[in-house]
């Protein structure tokens, strides 16, 4: 015990005799910083993170909600009926948000989603997102279907932070995009058919959204 | 001192798993679900005309005369015979379907009558020679993917799938019919005829 002691000891002291000599041999001033995972980024309200990118790998699989402190997360959120607030998913009533089909109830028309980017990747990353709603609304006898449709992403124009491009129904991010917070990026809406010409019942249906990240 | 650094570590690694657990990008999915409803109401895109009762969800409508008599809803007004005893006569009846069940719905129709019967004086009870049978004939069933129709006698079964609004599509129709009888008493004649819907 007492030779590892003393062993450490002169390393130590080799060590700083080292750093020692570089300092006094040298006037340049050398700097070096690391920015921090998620520095400048805040988790932004009324959103479900599906996207995560850039994690350390620890956990489950890489670029999965299971990997551990990812530095780059995608969120979606449905808006309210006037399409300005943002919610996020798990917040939506157990119930389900409730729909007007006839176009002459009260309730969505149509759902509109939101997909926002928080982050400071160092790595370009590609999110390839699928929404559907494959059995649209079905009634309690799962004799009538009213089909759903999901629209691709569109992109927020002129509001699209450098770095980010939608194309389809994927989002690109690229190497060195700067650090957002929440920085909306894409909307999607769930649409349908609103008629009269429907049987009577009541009605249910689930969009699931999945999100890739790589 | 290996206990105290055994402890240690275990403490240290229990505080890590808390620290993880709380981090609100662990959650286990990348995918989400979101959840809609909605109901429409019974009735809701069905119109039915002005006046009109329905038996079940069928509206009966009557046509006496040719083919090219329009064709009306029964009412509590009566239809007047003018030639009874003289010849043959015949009304005929037909259903029409008024709906947007959220199930299937199905029923049984059956029409019958006591058939003509004269109004005695004092209360007496008309003798057989005072009336005059009226027989349900010639059902027919409208070709039709809405509806299953089954003709029986006097009647039929019907069985609507789940569908949008039918606003008075025609199921069936039925001839309500009566021989001439010269012999009948002079007098005045009532009938009625019976629309019964049963369902299940």
Same mark, same amino acid.
């Given at each position: 015990?007492?030779?590892?002691?003393?062993?450490?000891?002169?390393?130590?002291?080799?060590?700083?005799?080292? +750093?020692?000599?570089?300092?006094?041999?040298?006037?340049?001033?050398?700097?070096?910083?690391?920015?921090?995972?998620?520095?400048? =980024?805040?988790?932004?309200?009324?959103?479900?993170?599906?996207?995560?990118?850039?994690?350390?790998?620890?956990?489950?699989?890489?670029?999965?909600?299971?990997?551990?402190?990812?530095?780059?997360?995608?969120?979606?959120?449905?808006?309210?009926?006037?399409?300005?607030?943002?919610?996020?998913?798990?917040?939506?009533? =157990? %119930?389900?948000?409730?729909?007007?089909?006839?176009?002459?109830?009260?309730?969505?028309?149509?759902?509109?989603?939101?997909?926002? +980017?928080?982050?400071? @990747?160092?790595?370009?990353?590609?999110?390839?997102?699928?929404? %559907?709603?494959?059995?649209?609304?079905?009634?309690?006898?799962?004799?009538?279907?009213?089909?759903?449709?999901?629209?691709?992403?569109?992109?927020?124009? %002129?509001?699209?932070?450098?770095?980010?491009?939608?194309?389809?129904?994927?989002?690109?991010?690229?190497?060195?995009?700067?650090?957002?917070?929440?920085?909306? @990026?894409?909307?999607?809406?769930?649409?349908?058919?609103?008629?009269?010409?429907?049987?009577?019942?009541?009605?249910?249906?689930?969009?699931? =959204?999945?999100?890739?990240?790589? | 001192?290996?206990?105290?650094?055994? #402890?240690?570590?275990? #403490?240290? #690694?229990?505080?890590?798993?808390?620290?993880?657990?709380?981090?609100?990008?662990? &959650?286990?999915?990348?995918?989400?679900?979101? &959840?809609?409803?909605?109901?429409?109401?019974?009735?809701?895109?069905?119109?039915?005309?002005?006046?009109?009762?329905?038996?079940?969800? #069928?509206?009966?409508?009557?046509?006496?005369?040719?083919?090219?008599?329009?064709?009306?809803?029964?009412?509590?007004?009566?239809?007047?015979?003018?030639?009874?005893?003289?010849?043959?006569?015949?009304?005929?009846?037909?259903?029409?379907?008024?709906?947007?069940?959220?199930?299937?719905?199905?029923?049984?129709?059956?029409?019958?009558?006591?058939?003509?019967?004269?109004?005695?004086?004092?209360? &007496?009870?008309?003798?057989?020679?005072?009336?005059?049978?009226?027989?349900?004939?010639?059902?027919?069933?409208?070709?039709?993917?809405?509806?299953?129709?089954?003709? &029986?006698?006097?009647?039929?079964?019907?069985?609507?799938?789940?569908?949008?609004?039918?606003?008075?599509?025609?199921?069936?129709?039925?001839?309500?019919?009566?021989?001439?009888?010269?012999?009948?008493?002079?007098?005045?004649?009532?009938?009625?005829?019976?629309?019964?819907?049963?369902?299940?």
């Amino acid at each position: 015990m007492r030779k590892v002691l003393l062993f450490t000891l002169i390393v130590l002291i080799a060590i700083t005799f080292a +750093f020692a000599g570089t300092a006094q041999s040298s006037n340049d001033v050398k700097l070096k910083s690391t920015v921090k995972d998620n520095s400048g =980024v805040e988790t932004p309200q009324g959103g479900t993170a599906i996207g995560f990118v850039e994690g350390d790998g620890e956990g489950e699989e890489e670029g999965t909600s299971g990997d551990k402190n990812p530095k780059g997360i995608l969120y979606i959120s449905y808006m309210d009926e006037s399409e300005t607030a943002f919610n996020a998913l798990e917040d939506a009533p =157990v %119930s389900g948000l409730i729909c007007d089909l006839t176009g002459n109830d009260t309730g969505y028309d149509r759902v509109k989603f939101v997909f926002r +980017f928080a982050g400071n @990747v160092s790595r370009a990353h590609e999110y390839v997102l699928t929404i %559907s709603c494959a059995d649209g609304f079905k009634s309690a006898n799962s004799e009538n279907v009213i089909p759903v449709t999901i629209s691709g992403l569109s992109d927020v124009g %002129s509001s699209l932070p450098a770095g980010i491009t939608v194309n389809g129904n994927t989002i690109n991010i690229a190497a060195g995009t700067k650090a957002l917070q929440a920085a909306t @990026v894409a909307s999607s809406y769930a649409t349908w058919t609103q008629s009269e010409e429907y049987a009577a019942g009541d009605y249910t249906a689930t969009i699931t =959204v999945a999100c890739s990240a790589k | 001192m290996m206990r105290k650094l055994a #402890l240690t570590s275990l #403490l240290t #690694l229990m505080a890590i798993a808390v620290v993880f657990a709380a981090d609100p990008t662990n &959650k286990v999915s990348d995918a989400a679900n979101l &959840k809609l409803n909605a109901s429409i109401e019974k009735g809701q895109g069905v119109t039915i005309p002005e006046g009109v009762t329905l038996v079940g969800n #069928l509206a009966i409508q009557y046509r006496y005369g040719d083919e090219e008599t329009p064709w009306e809803y029964v009412s509590t007004e009566n239809l007047e015979i003018t030639d009874l005893g003289e010849r043959a006569g015949r009304v005929q009846l037909r259903c029409l379907y008024y709906g947007n069940e959220p199930e299937s719905y199905s029923c049984i129709v059956s029409f019958a009558s006591d058939g003509w019967a004269r109004t005695m004086e004092d209360g &007496k009870e008309p003798t057989d020679a005072d009336k005059l049978a009226i027989i349900f004939e010639d059902a027919e069933s409208t070709s039709s993917k809405k509806f299953e129709v089954d003709i &029986k006698n006097s009647g039929f079964t019907l069985n609507v799938p789940v569908s949008a609004p039918i606003n008075g599509d025609v199921v069936a129709t039925i001839n309500a019919s009566w021989a001439d009888a010269p012999d009948l008493p002079a007098g005045e004649y009532t009938a009625d005829i019976i629309a019964a819907v049963t369902t299940p």
